[in-house]
Structures are given as structure tokens and as C-alpha cells.
């Protein structure tokens, strides 16, 4: 038993390695604009969302022949929201209104993708892709607001999809859900938020 699950690890090696070597890598520059907001654990303010961007490299690594890889980055990304801290007494007492929280990370994603190329010579033109995973931030500064104390970083999950033109250029539109807080207040030690923002991106493959 133990040499037949040998025997099966070493083959699935060999394949994983095969598959690897033939994988096609290539990575090209990225931005877009984003539409951020703040989701809060109570609904205690009003919150709106705000413009953003974001902008990068990208790589991608495709499997030949299943259609299968995986998408890396790193991007700067520039998120946020509009938080009316002046409806509540707490902060309107020490002179806050209507607050533009700005936030500036580092992202680094982390994507499994799919991209459909059995179109009979129609995906040298268009081929539709989908894609999804964990996205690692790093906070690297935020606007001035002395009513939030601020994380160093975030995950959040990512899904999106899109379409591949001449190959070379990929406009994707994704939805980000953030999974762990972005920010708390420091007047309420359990009012804390995270970040969701819809993006769309442009990118251009050089290889």
C-alpha cells in the first residue's frame, strides 16, 4: 500500500512538473477606477462611496490546453468612503461632520482564473475569462482623521470576470469583499469596518 501511494505521489509530481514547464507566463502594466465604501458592524452613520483608482503590474500563468492559471500582481490601490460621523452626538460634540476617510494600500493578489479559448479562432480576437481569489493589503497611509485607528493591512476576497481582445489587452470588472476590519473608531472600541469596492481594470500583456 505505502509503495502504491509512493508510486501515485511521484506521478502526480512528474504530471504537476510537466504541466508547469509548459505554462505560459507573461505580464504586462494595469489600472483603472474603483468605487469604494466602508461596511460597518452597525449601521450607527450613513456611509457613501467614494471614487478611487489603482494601478500596477500584473502576471499571469496559464495552462495550456485546460484553460486554467493563475493571476499575481502588485498594485497601489486607493480606497475609501464618506462617513457622517456628525449624526451621532459622540463625535458631533468634538467638532466631526461629514468625514472623508481616505485609504492608500499596497495590494498583492493571488487569483485562480479561467479563460475560455476553444472559440475555433474567434479567441484571437475575444475570449471571455473569469477569475477569483484572496487579495493581501498593506496600508502605506490614510487621510488625517483623528476618529479611526487604522490596521496595517487587510484580506480580502476577490471575483470578477472579463474579457481578453487581441491577445494582448484584458478589461476585467471585479467585486472586493474585505474580511478582516480596515479601520475602528477610537471613541467605540467594537465600531469597526471593512472595505468593499466594486474595479475596473485595463491591462496590456507585453508578452
Known amino acids: 500500500m505505502t509503495k502504491t501511494f509512493k508510486t501515485a505521489i511521484?506521478?502526480?509530481l512528474?504530471?504537476?512538473?510537466s504541466l508547469t514547464a509548459s505554462a505560459q507566463f507573461?505580464?504586462?502594466?494595469i489600472a483603472g477606477p474603483n468605487l469604494s465604501s466602508l461596511k460597518f458592524k452597525q449601521d450607527l452613520v450613513t456611509v457613501s462611496h467614494t471614487p478611487g483608482a489603482t494601478a500596477g503590474i500584473q502576471g499571469e500563468l496559464m495552462f495550456p490546453g485546460i484553460g486554467f492559471g493563475v493571476d499575481m500582481g502588485l498594485f497601489y490601490n486607493m480606497l475609501g468612503a464618506k462617513v457622517n460621523l456628525g449624526e451621532k452626538k459622540i463625535w458631533a460634540s468634538e467638532g466631526y461632520g461629514d468625514v472623508r476617510v481616505a485609504l492608500h494600500y499596497l495590494q498583492i493578489p493571488f487569483h485562480l482564473r479561467f479563460k475560455y479559448t476553444r472559440l475555433n479562432g474567434l479567441e484571437e480576437k475575444i475570449a471571455p475569462l473569469v477569475f477569483?481569489?484572496?487579495d493581501f493589503t498593506i496600508l502605506m497611509a490614510h487621510g488625517k482623521c483623528d476618529a479611526f485607528k487604522y490596521a496595517?493591512?487587510?484580506l480580502g476576497l476577490t471575483?470578477?470576470?472579463?474579457?481578453?481582445l487581441f491577445r494582448n489587452w484584458q478589461v476585467t470588472v471585479s467585486y472586493t469583499w474585505g474580511m478582516t476590519y480596515a479601520l475602528k473608531t477610537r471613541l467605540l472600541e467594537d465600531f469597526s469596518a471593512r472595505n468593499r469596492h466594486w474595479t475596473l481594470r485595463v491591462a496590456y500583456f507585453f508578452k
Request: net charge negative; glycine share 34%.
Open 10 to 12: 511521484l506521478c502526480l
Open 152 to 154: 496595517g493591512g487587510e
Open 132 to 134: 477569483g481569489g484572496p
Open 159 to 164: 471575483a470578477g470576470g472579463g474579457v481578453e
Open 14 to 17: 512528474a504530471a504537476l512538473c
Open 26 to 29: 507573461r505580464y504586462g502594466a
